[in-house]
Antibody, heavy 120, light 107 residues
Framework: EVQLLESGGGLVQPGGSLRLSCAAS????????MGWVRQAPGQGLEWISA????????WHADSVKGRLTISRDNSQRTLYLQMHSLRAEDTAIYYC??????????????WGQGTLVTVS | EIVLTQSPGTLSLSPGERATLSCRAS???????LAWFQQQPGQAPRLLIY???SRATGIPDRFSGSGSGTDFTLTISRLEPEDFAMYYC????????FGQGTRVEIK
């Protein structure tokens, strides 16, 4: 069974930093692209970042480019999201999601339960 | 960037009725790489449909997806109590953006 467990969320001041982690189990982690999707309170889903299975290629939405950085450690089966220069509008639940393949195109077929980041 | 527009914003129906949700893209979605997700309150999204019409593992056959190019539809043939939720479409070919969602609520 695929399990994705996010951690690292919490309350941070504007301009602060945070690192989110997503520990995966039940899969050959390096065989799948991974991504982050966030959801602000009462709002819809926003795709923000993705990385190929090998970690060689990454993509970030314009709204977070230069401030949020995705990475992965395949030996630890863990996905990361390094967050800098946080703003109030970054307040959201951050979901880790597993892609259907190692590289594009892929759809997000498994999701973690999310971790809440509050910037205030 | 492809913009996805979902309609209606809210669909009020009774259990047992048929639900038809629309997702319209501002440009053609490459190779129909369009996915649908369901989200219950307080829960993570769940994949329902990929490739516009393929059901994900474990998804009941009352859920079906159709369409191509710029117009896509998610149909729930007979609503069960657990189907009342938010639904999102996503273009996973290029922009990876989501539609704004359709809420299916109990009438």
């Amino acid at each position: 069974e695929v399990q994705l467990l996010e951690s690292g969320g919490g309350l941070v001041q504007p301009g602060g930093s945070l690192r989110l982690s997503c520990a995966a189990s039940g899969i050959t982690f390096s065989s799948y692209a991974m991504g982050w999707v966030r959801q602000a309170p009462g709002q819809g889903l926003e795709w923000i970042s993705a990385i190929t299975g090998g970690g060689g290629d990454t993509w970030h939405a314009d709204s977070v480019k230069g401030r949020l950085t995705i990475s992965r450690d395949n030996s630890q089966r863990t996905l990361y999201l390094q967050m800098h220069s946080l703003r109030a509008e970054d307040t959201a639940i951050y979901y880790c999601a597993k892609g259907s393949d190692a590289s594009r195109p892929y759809y997000f077929e498994n999701w973690g339960q999310g971790t809440l980041v509050t910037v205030s | 960037e492809i913009v996805l527009t979902q309609s209606p914003g809210t669909l009020s129906l009774s259990p047992g009725e048929r639900a038809t949700l629309s997702c319209r893209a501002s440009q053609s979605v490459s190779r129909n790489y369009l996915a649908w997700f369901q989200q219950q309150p307080g829960q993570a999204p769940r994949l329902l449909i990929y490739g516009a019409s393929s059901r994900a593992t474990g998804i009941p056959d009352r859920f079906s997806g159709s369409g191509s190019g710029t117009d896509f539809t998610l149909t729930i043939s007979r609503l069960e109590p657990e189907d009342f939720a938010m639904y999102y479409c996503q273009d996973y070919a290029s922009s990876r953006t989501f539609g704004q969602g359709t809420r299916v609520e109990i009438k």
